[in-house]
């Protein structure tokens, strides 16, 4: 690779996010965002134009145990935030854990996932950029 190609990778990769939210938007409207990092792989799914009625929203959260059930902290700075998985992901019908999981990933940008014996970091760029159906 010559000094220039360098320069512009190195660039490149100095002003764009090497993590960030990936948005997109389905047929039916609902919006559904993705974050993956290592060990880790974040969906989450909004309905803020109603396509679903009731609307619908959902969570997945992939970290290597597959389809994990049970307790899960997410650190933020000093702040934390508990909430349930069931079958792989948190639903609205829990909601204190489904405004505990959209308050945790909206308090910050760097975060830690702690759940079933594992610790990870989460760094997502920004903090998620909706509230999902939680009033928040």
Request: hydrophobic share 35%; glycine share 10%; charged share 20%.
């Amino acid at each position: 690779m010559n000094r220039l190609s360098y320069a512009i990778a190195t660039l490149i990769a100095l002003t764009s996010p090497a993590f960030a939210w990936e948005h997109t938007t389905d047929f039916r409207g609902l919006e559904i965002y993705d974050h993956e990092d290592e060990g880790i792989e974040v969906q989450v799914i909004c309905d803020p134009q109603g396509a679903f009625i009731p609307p619908i929203y959902s969570a997945r959260i992939d970290f290597g145990q597959k389809d994990y059930e049970g307790e899960v902290m997410l650190q933020s700075g000093d702040a934390t935030f508990t909430f349930e998985m069931k079958h792989g992901s948190i639903l609205p019908n829990d909601e204190p854990s489904w405004k505990s999981l959209i308050e945790g990933l909206r308090s910050g940008s760097n975060l830690t996932l702690n759940a079933g014996g594992q610790t990870l970091q989460l760094e997502t760029g920004s903090p998620f950029p909706v509230t999902c159906g939680a009033e928040v």
